[in-house]
């Protein structure tokens, strides 16, 4: 079978397309026909090797869409989706090959409103966005800002948490709510808040003026959740505890790779999946998002196409 694989010499990384044998499922795993897998941020991180925990060579992709062809029978045949944990595709194979080795509590059954690209699309930035909002305590009725968004991840708060009953306020360079390069201290929000502040910030970005920013117009009991930081530089936030501890502010962290891929599945099926049947969320459009067959996948690793999914022949 045909897959994108990663190889490390030295410190130097490459990526290309080499035929593998098959592989066969034991117990309690499924054989996925693969067909569509994202190329997201992440992969093209993990192509370059900047994840430590990655051993190689390794087939990439996290997140993937595909047919169930070996394995128990009550799943043969059934069309699934899912995305990574902290194993796949990066010191287990990944999706980005004709076919790929799951286990069968790894995969959620894909909802007939989307199509195998819009399915292979979500994985990580929905359930990254998913995670965050969970780690804020995101309730009805509150304010989420979010740094990033109209970013891969930071859309999918975005619209995440106007489905679970919230109000956003979106910042970025253009098109959002706050223009981050008009209000690099994000002022605006206590406008359009009535002066209260926002209840959340949720930052995608990694910028650390812009994060204290937004921890510095955040109501009181405000909670700020992270997903990032600076991949260059310092990644050291100073920030007024004064301020932090009487307005009883809350800063934490969201590492998607913390979670098992198992863990993963069960928020696509439990969370996903009925905001999609639904019709509370819509399915995503592929805008201009790259439809690439396998053999010219590699112009997403060189930076040649910047969003893309590879899809397969049936």
């Given at each position: 079978?045909?897959?994108?694989?990663?190889?490390?010499?030295g410190g130097a990384t490459s990526v290309s397309i080499e035929d593998l044998p098959q592989p066969k499922p034991s117990t309690g795993q499924v054989l996925v026909k693969i067909r569509a897998s994202a190329v997201q941020p992440s992969d093209v991180l993990n192509s370059k090797g900047v994840f430590a925990n990655t051993t190689f060579p390794?087939?990439?992709?996290?997140?993937?869409?595909?047919?169930?062809?070996?394995?128990?029978s009550n799943l043969i045949g059934k069309d699934v989706f899912g995305t990574s944990g902290p194993t796949f595709s990066f010191t287990e194979d990944g999706a980005q090959a004709e076919?790929?080795?799951?286990?069968?509590?790894?995969?959620?059954?894909?909802?007939?409103q989307l199509s195998f690209e819009q399915a292979a699309l979500l994985g990580t930035p929905f359930t990254t966005a998913n995670l965050t909002l969970k780690r804020a305590n995101a309730v009805p009725g509150e304010t989420v800002l979010v740094l990033?968004?109209?970013?891969?991840v930071g859309s999918w708060v975005m619209k995440l948490a106007q489905a679970y009953g919230c109000k956003t306020i979106g910042v970025g360079r253009?098109?959002?709510?706050?223009?981050s390069t008009v209000d690099p201290t994000l002022s605006t929000a206590n406008g359009l808040t009535g002066g209260k502040g926002p209840d959340i910030a949720i930052d995608t970005v990694g910028d650390l003026n812009l994060t204290r920013a937004a921890?510095?117009?955040?109501?009181?009991?405000?909670?700020l959740c992270t997903i990032t930081a600076p991949r260059s530089g310092s990644t050291e936030l100073a920030v007024d505890v004064?301020?932090?501890?009487?307005?009883?502010?809350?800063?934490?962290?969201?590492n998607s790779l913390a979670y098992s891929q198992s863990d993963m599945a069960r928020m696509l099926t439990q969370d996903l999946v009925p905001l999609i049947e639904s019709g509370k969320l819509q399915a995503p459009e592929l805008g201009n998002?790259?439809?690439?067959?396998?053999?010219?996948?590699?112009?997403?690793?060189?930076?040649?196409?910047?969003?893309?999914?590879?899809?397969?022949?049936?």
């Open positions: 079978m045909k897959s994108l694989r990663v190889h490390k010499e390794r087939t990439l992709g996290r997140d993937f869409a595909g047919t169930v062809v070996e394995g128990p076919y790929a080795l799951l286990s069968v509590d790894a995969i959620a059954l894909k909802p007939k990033g968004a109209t970013g891969a253009h098109g959002t709510d706050i223009d921890i510095e117009v955040l109501a009181p009991l405000g909670r004064t301020s932090l501890y009487r307005r009883q502010i809350s800063l934490v962290g969201c998002t790259a439809r690439l067959p396998l053999d010219e996948a590699l112009e997403a690793y060189s930076g040649s196409v910047k969003k893309a999914v590879i899809v397969f022949d049936e």
